[in-house]
């Protein structure tokens, strides 16, 4: 059994940063991708960032040089550094994991951004 814990979420001022965290744990062999993605009210789940094995990242464009996508293989663990945040990147977020083959979600956790 697998689970992934997501922690770091909050309420911030724009401008701001957050540093959310995934963990993965259980029965682990090997793990392939590691994203993000968010999704607004009203507004379809979207793909943030994404770290495929090995050291390239990819993003969306209306975070690229704002947010930082990073993996610790050896906590099955995956981040995202989020700088200059903006309103606009108000939404509950989820971490995604590919495990065994095999993608797991994070339970979502809120980031508002808001004055």
């Known amino acids: 059994q697998v689970q992934l814990v997501e922690s770091g979420g909050g309420l911030v001022q724009p401008g701001g940063s957050l540093r959310l965290s995934c963990a993965a744990s259980g029965s682990i062999f090997s793990i392939y991708n590691m994203g993000w993605y968010r999704q607004s009210p009203g507004k379809q789940r979207e793909w943030v960032a994404s770290?495929?094995?090995?050291?390239?990242?990819n993003y969306v464009d209306s975070v690229k040089g704002r947010f930082t996508i990073s993996r610790d293989n050896a906590k099955n663990t995956v981040y995202l550094q989020m700088n200059s945040l903006k309103p606009e990147d108000t939404a509950v977020y989820y971490c995604k994991i590919v495990i065994d083959g095999r993608a797991y979600w994070g339970q979502g956790i809120q980031v508002t951004v808001s004055s």
């Open positions: 770290m495929p094995s090995g050291s390239s990242t």
